[in-house]
């Protein structure tokens, strides 16, 4: 069975998701029949790498409300993803674009590394305080990952899997998603947001069961 997700390494969400997912995986009796290919998705494609912006600032700005608020929102983020063993460090977080970290992304995936780059641009992004738009901290990401460094370098010098990112874009555009995480089970039904493990479970269980053919 195939999962397909899209997502955004700056969506708090996303990381929340893809570990409730995890979660619902391991109990999963098939889980090692499950191939999962991520696929990208800006959710703010003209965003400003800024390093110098308090991201509470940054997301007050964005919702037109006051930097009191966005303290808040980020706090019950954090609180939200303690609850599935994360430690968000959000009030250090990099205002960045994401498009290059994407392109890493799909640098990793045609290297069948796609998981490991996730996680560890969730991390630099949400726990470690890093500037995912900075080619310095992509190609300690991708190495750490399993990526050559040359390959990383290349890529990021040049456009390089610009093309794949706006294809994901593109398929997510015509299949209706606004929103990440997006889940689609086996392409015959989908999850939206970062939902319980029980519900990531029943999803599979339910597109393993319309399955035309079923690996035992």
């Keep these: 069975m195939k999962v397909d997700i899209w997502s955004d390494v700056r969506c708090p969400f996303c990381y929340i998701g893809k570990r409730k997912f995890e979660l619902a995986l391991e ?11 991520w696929h990208s998705f800006e959710l703010d494609p003209e965003a400003e790498t800024r390093p110098d912006l308090d991201p509470a600032e940054y997301l007050a700005q964005k919702k037109g409300q006051t930097r009191e608020w966005a303290v808040q929102m980020n706090d019950h983020v954090s609180k939200v993803a303690a609850e599935v063993g994360l ?7 990099v ?3 994401s498009f290059n970290a994407h392109r890493l992304i799909q640098l990793a995936k045609s290297m069948d590394l796609g998981n490991e780059i996730e ?5 630099a992004y949400f726990i470690d305080g890093k500037n995912i738009d900075d080619h310095t901290v992509l190609t300690e990401v991708g190495t750490a990952a399993g990526l050559e460094k040359f390959a990383v370098e290349t890529m990021l010098s040049g456009f390089d899997f610009s093309n794949e990112v706006r294809a994901d874009e593109h398929i997510a555009q015509q299949i209706g998603i606004n929103g ?3 889940f689609v089970f086996d392409q015959k039904l989908a999850v939206s947001g970062a939902q319980s493990p029980e519900t990531f479970l029943g999803a599979m269980k339910e597109a393993w069961s319309k399955s035309d053919i079923s690996i035992s």
């Design 27 to 37: 109990k999963f009796a098939h889980k090692d029949n499950v191939v999962v290919e």
């Design 87 to 93: 430690r968000f460090n959000i009030g250090n977080a």
């Design 95 to 97: 205002v960045a674009n």
């Design 119 to 123: 996680e560890l641009l969730f991390i």
């Design 180 to 182: 990440v995480p997006f």
